[in-house]
């Protein structure tokens, strides 16, 4: 098996042009199975169509049930050891640095369940959903809500105000007409101190969790309050063990459960909620409030970030941050995302948003990124300055 972590010096296409072996999804002149790829597009020209830009993921888009299943199984592994660990170590400090690389792990267990949710993790649909479940467990996840409101909604209207909800900006009128206490939590919210609380209340709490029927309509499923209930059950089995974990070791319950279940979930929420901040939140990211011009813009380029790390951090995270070709395909499996973000980057120059992290960005762009202008099409902060001012 090609590994995934190889990557193209260059792309040279056309008839007597050389080709550089080191990359895994190019075609070679013995090899007429893959589909020759096109000369990267100029930045000034029209961007292709949807379909069109797939087809040049399309080779690597190639799911293995074995991989899958040892991803999950490693992954679970991790977790329930994690867990015994923040009861069973000797030192407290030990105890909590296990619960942290739990809380970690739980967001690594959520990125399979993602993959599963979206179809890409296996070929098997019934036995995605299946592992997309079991993935889900630790973050306290409902499966089917999950897959309305992301793959539906949020993947359907990316970035198209009053649709997509999530990381939604609001404008400086919206802004204003808040109540005080909304408009405290916005401020939080966009602080860059607290994606981890908007996670929690916004998106797990408000509409994970035992949603009111009355705010869905006619989007109702019975399947949605099982799956709340199968979240529910599992919480209730975790917490259980950690007490029975508390009394067999003489320890203090809510210590245990601090630990073993409380700062886990509390690292869990803020890894979703920078992530997800980090991927729809730049300068450069536009947002509309306008369907035709949503559409004109192809926002499944333009809409997200990706986000680079040193020390090899996105694998670590199951290259979840390679977020763009994610949104260009979503049956591209997260083994095979980084291969697929380096043809995008390659055949469309300029076109990407690609971003080097670092703290010092991060909260510039949390000063800068408050508010969004439709009318001028760009970031303001609460003052309404524009983000290449606020910046």
Known sequence: ???????????????GLSFDRTAPFMQSPLDPARPELPAPLAPDAPLPHRKTIRGWLAPIVQRSTLRALWLLALDLALFAALIAGTVQLPTWWLQLASALAAGFVIGRLFIIGHDACHQSLTPHRR??????????????TAYSLWDMGHNV???????LKGVDFVWA?????????????RR????????????GLYYMVEIWWKKMMFPRRSGMGNSYRPVFTRDCLLVTGFAALWIAALVAGAVATDQAVWRVLLLGFVVPMVFWFHMMGFVIYGHHTHVKVKWHDDKA???????FVSTTVHLTFPLRIGALIHHIMEHTA???DMSIPLYKLKEAQAVLE?????????QRFSWKWYFATARACKLYDFSRQCWTDFQGRPAAIAA
């Open 1 to 15: 098996m090609t590994s995934i972590t190889t990557l193209p010096r260059r792309l040279r296409y056309g008839a």
């Open 127 to 140: 036995l995605n959903r299946w592992l997309g479940r079991i993935a889900f467990l630790p973050s306290l």
């Open 153 to 159: 909604v949020h993947h359907g209207f990316t970035n």
């Open 169 to 181: 900006p609001a404008t400086q009128a919206e802004y204003r007409a808040m109540p005080p206490l």
């Open 184 to 195: 405290l939590c916005e401020r939080i919210y966009r602080s860059g101190w607290g994606p």
């Open 293 to 299: 011009a949503w559409q004109r813009a192809q926002p």
């Open 326 to 328: 994610h949104h260009v």
């Open 346 to 354: 390659q055949l469309l120059p300029e076109r990407i948003i690609v």
